[in-house]
């Protein structure tokens, strides 16, 4: 059953279509996981984050509309709940599969680069997806364009960075050898990926301020009051400098939905409801343009109300199980989950799972001994 799970985990990008949307191949081990796994009282967090969603996306229906998403995200914590179970039962299963998961995205991205380069045809890169649009192409890397924005075993570069990241902190906490730390962050770079970029930038600051004994996750928290402060300042600079077309667009459209937001005491409070990818390709929804950002999709559909009561078990889960991480791990975590809410907003996406699951890893290595006392004759 391990097998089954982390075989089917394994694929991120393929999904199952029944009519009423895409159900990914990993959900078809739910059935069988209850039976392998070992649950802990914390871990009842996530069970509870179920069946809150459940709760708030039928009960508030009236003032905050129902989607399908929402019952992609009630299966998605049931997954999560037991495949930290999984985890928690056989921790040399999960750090196997780690290794094992890493190095298959490794050789499938090298294997991508070389076909491109060599004039490949596309569909031969792309064949380990069908969650993406039919029309998408990997792009070239914009500081090397004879490399590409390989994908690796998701659907695009930065999902595939993300994952990356996310595997730098599960190498820290398995102790992996330097080498392996330094391929895995050579790759991020010759990805091609912004976010990417961004995080090899922050993760040596990272690195200064846990050597200082200071917290990142503080400075992140002013960071962010400032830019929403000052939005409307840096949009005159960007528009004045006539340059930085694309983060204009970001910022302006970040601050856009931001006044939307605020527009309307119910939608503040409870949100105005999930949008689809395919709604947000085609416009068919109401309200501003909603970005792919945690707020745009989570904060934006449940309100600042709904977002408390649904995120709080999560958050709590989080904070109980990462308490035996260093410092230097907690700044890189803090990091890595803010740059992927930002770039990848939807909870739903696999790397979110994984992260948990080596949060799971972590808890079980820093679990206290038990002190046992022999009878003396």
Avoid at 30 to 50: E, G, H
Avoid at 278 to 302: C, K, V
Avoid at 336 to 360: K, P
């Amino acid at each position: 059953m391990y097998f089954v799970f982390y075989f089917l985990s394994g694929f991120p990008a393929l999904a199952l279509n029944f009519g009423l949307g895409n159900v990914p191949v990993r959900y078809l081990a739910l059935p069988l996981l209850a039976f392998f796994t070992q649950i802990k009282k914390v871990d009842l967090l996530l069970l509870f984050c179920s069946a809150a969603h459940l709760i708030y996306s039928f009960g508030f229906a009236e003032v905050r509309p129902f989607a399908l998403i929402d019952l992609s995200y009630i299966l998605g914590y049931v997954y999560i709940f037991l495949g930290v179970g999984v985890v928690r039962k056989n921790p040399r299963a999960f750090r196997i599969f780690v290794m094992v998961f890493w190095c298959l995205n490794i050789f499938y991205a090298v294997y991508q680069d070389v076909v491109l380069m060599l004039g490949g045809s596309q569909d031969w890169v792309l064949a380990h997806e069908n969650t993406h649009d039919l029309s998408y192409t990997i792009p070239s890397v914009e500081l090397f364009p004879f490399l590409y924005r390989v994908t690796g075993l998701f659907i695009e570069s930065a999902p595939f960075v993300i994952y990356l990241m996310i595997t730098h902190l599960a190498f820290s906490i398995m102790k992996v050898s330097k080498w392996l730390k330094w391929i895995n962050l050579f790759i991020i770079f010759l990805a091609g990926a912004k976010v990417g970029y961004l995080f090899l930038l922050l993760l040596g600051g990272s690195y200064v301020l846990s050597k200082l004994g200071l917290k990142l996750l503080k400075f992140m928290m002013v960071g962010i009051s400032l830019l929403l402060i000052f939005a409307p300042v840096l949009l005159d600079l960007i528009v004045e400098a006539n340059s930085f077309g694309s983060l204009w667009v970001r910022l302006n459209s970040f601050y856009e939905i931001v006044l939307g937001f605020s527009s309307g005491i119910y939608g503040l409070l409870f949100g105005y409801g999930f949008v689809s990818s395919a709604q947000l390709i085609s416009g068919d929804f109401d309200g501003p343009m909603r970005g792919i950002d945690f707020f745009s999709t989570f904060i934006y559909a449940n309100g600042v109300l709904g977002s408390l009561i649904l995120l709080s078990p999560l958050v709590l889960w989080v904070f109980r199980n990462a308490r035996g991480f260093t410092l230097v791990q907690k700044n890189s975590s803090s990091l890595i989950l803010f740059l992927a809410l930002l770039t990848m907003g939807s909870l739903l996406n696999f790397q979110y799972a994984y992260y948990l699951f080596v949060i799971a890893f972590s808890s079980g290595c820093h679990e206290p001994e038990r002190i046992r006392f022999k009878e003396v004759d």
